[in-house]
């Protein structure tokens, strides 16, 4: 309009877009699951580690599949870009929209019913909006197990879990997320739905489409069910902890266990003495069971779905023969299940206690199994070489090759990402340099989200990016799935 701000006249068109899609939203889903921006949507806008702060258009809560497909229908129509949202328990900033305020936030929450289990086929059928205990729940139910678990497992839901590849505590027997999964139903980004929920074990009927969904973090569709592999649930189980004067032994423990109990090793699960301290100074109720005077500590349990099994006389005598070798210099055998618990604790307690005790690199490589021990020497030195003023713990999954190198910088000198941007560069690239160095990749587990982008591009052959960046054209050609994540910038 002649003599009008020409910016004031962008800013009115996009409230008025704004309420549009807003009006819109609520026709579809109800005035109930829809929150607008001048409500109370804080909770979504920021992440877990509370680095990222973004606004939204809209946050909402579809109640099904049909609503989902609709919702990314009218996003599109409105011009309007979509940030999937789980438990928002994610490392990376993945599920946090950025500051421009154009996003719609789509939280899976309603989605949770499970739609069908089978003990008979060993699997079961569940909407992404069910959070992973309810499903190891229901699973349970039928005298089965969904063996994936991790620290956040009582409030991280099943569609974040398979949109990261999730990995946590029971790879080594089970494998990643991306293992578990038979098939997916997943609204693409023009608003159809893929129906891939067969649960097949076997399929070679052309390409493996559901792969591309595992692990890309929202940014090729929206998983709204999933058909899940389970197991015999385990009856009989034991656990140590136990102190080690290196790194190698641990290693060196898991071949011996894997000769004696084959596969009913499920779990390795190891600290370093540094993030034992961290965890005991700040998470109250966590018992240590040791004087800690070894650099490494290591889960180890075992379990058999043959409630006849004596798992407790093999694990005794292999840790009797490494204490007198001196592999081992301490060892403790849970008597019972609490006892088992209180062990575990300490393992489920690492990402709480080392959130609290400053301002955290976190770093999620994984190597070949071979590199593993010297990953863990060689990174620790690079570090401190980078940056003198970082404490470097490490917990990690032996036996995965994915060991986490956390470089924690005091809180009141590096109070947030901006402080310690400069620092948090040279400890990311003394990690990626030596992950690089010993052939592995920067995210096991994590994913890339929009912490790891920059470093992504760094380390990735350019080819890959190029058929990553033609495969999210291809798919999102308007790029409107949760945008600025995973790739790195341009
Ligand atoms: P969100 O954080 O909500 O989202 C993560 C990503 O998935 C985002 O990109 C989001 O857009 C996308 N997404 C979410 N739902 C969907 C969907 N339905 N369709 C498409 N995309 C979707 N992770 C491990 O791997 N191993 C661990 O051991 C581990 N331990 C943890 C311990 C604690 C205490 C905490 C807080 C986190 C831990 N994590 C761990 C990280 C986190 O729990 C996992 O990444 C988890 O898989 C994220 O699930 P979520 O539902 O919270 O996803």
């Not at 011996?256 to 540094?274: F, I, Q, T």
């Not at 009797?320 to 001196?326: P, S, Y």
């Not at 959130?355 to 030195?381: I, T, W």
Request: glycine share 10%; net charge negative; with cysteine.
């Amino acid at each position: 309009m002649p003599g009008q701000n020409p910016s004031a006249t962008l800013r009115s068109a996009e409230r008025a877009t704004g309420v549009a899609l807003l009006d819109a939203l609520v026709a579809l889903v109800g005035r109930r699951h829809v929150i607008a921006p001048d409500e109370d949507q804080e909770p979504y806008l920021v992440d877990w580690r509370g680095r990222y702060h973004g606004r939204a258009a809209a946050v909402v809560k579809p109640a099904d599949t049909a609503e989902v497909a609709a919702t990314v229908r009218l996003c599109a129509e409105h011009g309007a870009s979509i940030v999937p949202q789980g438990g928002n328990t994610g490392m990376c900033g993945a599920a946090t929209p950025d500051a421009s305020g154009q996003a719609v936030v789509i939280r899976m929450d309603r989605l949770n019913r499970v739609r069908a289990v089978s003990p008979l086929a060993n699997s079961i059928t569940v909407e992404a909006g069910c959070i992973l205990q309810t499903i190891q729940e229901a699973a349970a139910g039928v005298d089965r197990l969904f063996p994936l678990s991790l620290g956040a497992e009582g409030s991280c839901q099943i569609g974040g879990n398979i949109a990261t590849n999730a990995g946590g505590t029971a790879v080594l027997r089970y494998g990643p997320t991306r293992e578990l999964v038979l098939g997916l139903e997943v609204v693409l980004p023009d608003g159809s739905v893929l129906d891939r929920l067969h649960g097949l074990r076997k399929n070679a009927s052309g390409y493996d489409l559901k792969q591309m969904f595992i692990g890309s973090e929202g940014t090729l569709g929206l998983i709204t069910a999933a058909s899940l592999k389970l197991f015999p649930r385990p009856r009989v189980s034991a656990l140590a902890m136990v102190a080690l004067p290196e790194i190698e032994a641990a290693l060196e423990l898991m071949a011996r266990l894997r000769g004696v109990v084959g596969d009913r090793l499920a779990s390795l699960e190891a600290m370093s003495r540094g993030q034992i301290e961290v965890i005991a100074r700040h998470v109250p109720d966590v018992a240590i069971p040791f004087a800690l005077e070894s650099p490494w500590y290591l889960l180890i349990e075992l379990t058999d779905t043959l409630a006849a099994t004596d798992l407790r006389t093999p694990l005794e005598e292999v840790l009797g023969a490494a204490l007198e070798e001196g592999l081992v210099a301490d060892a403790v055998i849970a008597e019972s299940g609490a006892q088992a618990e209180a062990l575990w604790k300490i393992r489920h307690s690492v990402s709480e206690g080392s959130k609290r005790a400053g301002y955290v690199v976190s770093h999620d490589s994984v190597v070949p199994l071979e590199n593993q021990a010297r990953f863990a020497r060689e990174v620790e030195r690079r570090i401190l070489d980078a940056a003198p003023e970082a404490r470097v713990v490490m917990h990690g999954h032996i036996g995965d090759g994915n060991i986490h190198v956390l470089g924690i910088l005091d809180a009141a000198r590096y109070p947030d990402a901006a402080a310690a941007a400069p620092v948090a560069a040279r400890i990311n690239a003394a990690v990626d340099d030596v992950t690089a160095e010993l052939g592995g990749v920067i995210s096991a587990e994590h994913g890339i989200g929009q912490s790891n982008r920059a470093r992504l591009g760094r380390v990735t052959p350019p080819a890959e990016i190029a058929l990553m960046r033609a495969l999210k054209s291809l798919l999102d050609p308007a790029g409107m799935m949760n945008p600025g994540k995973v790739l790195p910038p341009a």
